[in-house]
């Protein structure tokens, strides 16, 4: 049977949906480009005040910029915020041993010491390398480092986020020929520029990706010094569980790679703060953290990060969730 003409209105109708579908396509697309414009207009004007106020905080004496962090953290512990709190879980896990009030007083100096880093770092970011290595008071272990950087084989340099990293970072500048450390860009443009300006004065920077990692390794098999950060979770949410203080925390497998790839030395390192300026530290690490068993390995990093940690427990950043990822079926920590 042959068919008759197709319905007129049905035609209509197909058409005014095809075209009300894509209004309302166009309007999801437009409304998301809005919403990425007003977002980067929001982080550059951020970025704009934060280096407008560190920059303006740079006049200030050392010893001012200290007072002022002490302010700061008193406030941040009396407002009981998210800091505060996480500090107070972390300590109790990682120094059962103290008593509840040696723990508080140590949660409490914990957060003061982290504002204070965060106000020197208006002086460590606008600096030069001549008035940064005047407030070297001490550096502790500079022989054997410097045995290290002069060796036939790389220098793996681990920082924890201990005392004033910012100031360990510029040091290795200032001590070693070359220096590769990788860095993770901060969401405020203006706010990154300012630290990749002031991380770059001595320092090659490399990203915290896989052509990053691969930078690193080129210049360790090259015999040359880089820097890493190796307390906090893996970016790529890799990494194996092992003990930090007594509790299983997801810790990066990358040192562990590095190092027997290119049979690199490897020395903690950490600039504390005391009176006037900073103790460089050098440390050498557990003995685990060369061990060709992975497990093994990956745990002496750990361990490698307590003996630094213990030195000056308040002045580590104990505000950082560093077990937030457990293995399956333990209790999820910081539920408040």
């Known amino acids: 049977m042959a068919q008759g003409p197709e319905n007129p209105s049905s035609e209509a109708q197909s058409s005014n949906i095809k075209s009300s ?3 309302a396509d166009s309007n999801r697309r437009r409304n998301r480009r809005n919403r990425a414009t007003d977002d980067s207009a929001a982080f550059d004007l951020k970025g704009n005040i934060a280096v407008a106020l560190y920059k303006s905080l740079s006049v200030l004496p050392l010893s001012t910029l200290r007072a002022l962090g002490g302010l700061v953290g008193k406030l941040l512990w009396a407002t009981n915020g998210s800091a505060a709190k996480v500090t107070r879980e972390n300590i109790g896990y990682a120094y059962p041993g103290l008593s509840s009030q040696e723990q508080l007083s140590l949660s409490k100096q914990s957060v003061i010491e982290s504002a204070r880093t965060f106000t020197e770092l208006a002086k460590i970011w606008t600096r030069d390398d001549v008035w940064l ?10 022989e054997r480092f410097l045995q290290h950087v002069n060796d036939e084989r790389g220098l793996i340099i681990l920082g924890p986020h201990l005392g004033n990293w ?3 970072g510029r040091c290795l500048g200032i001590f070693c020929p070359v220096v590769t450390a990788m860095y ?4 405020l443009p203006a706010m990154d520029a300012m630290i990749k300006s002031a991380r770059s004065i001595n320092m090659k920077m490399a990203p915290t990706d896989r052509r990053g990692v691969m930078q690193v390794m080129k210049a360790l098999k090259n015999n040359e010094t880089v820097g890493i950060l190796p307390d906090q979770l893996p970016l790529d949410g890799g990494g194996e569980f092992a003990d930090f203080f007594g509790k299983p ?3 990066m497998t990358l040192i562990r790679q590095l190092q027997q790839k290119t049979g690199a030395a490897v020395m903690m390192a950490f600039a504390k703060r005391i009176k006037g300026g900073y103790r460089i530290i050098f ?3 557990h ?6 068993d ?3 390995a990956v745990a002496g990093l750990n361990k490698s990060v307590e003996l630094c940690v213990n030195v000056v427990p308040e002045q580590y950043q104990w505000e950082y969730k560093r077990y937030r990822r457990q293995p399956e079926g333990l209790p999820r920590p910081y539920q408040f």
């Open 166 to 168: 910012e100031v360990m």
């Open 287 to 292: 003995a685990d953290i060369y061990s060709e």
């Open 21 to 23: 579908d894509t209004k």
């Open 184 to 187: 993770q860009p901060v969401q």
């Open 133 to 142: 290595e005047k407030h070297f008071i001490e550096v502790e272990n500079k």
């Open 249 to 251: 925390a997801l810790t």
């Open 283 to 285: 440390k050498e690490p």
């Open 294 to 296: 992975p497990a093994v």
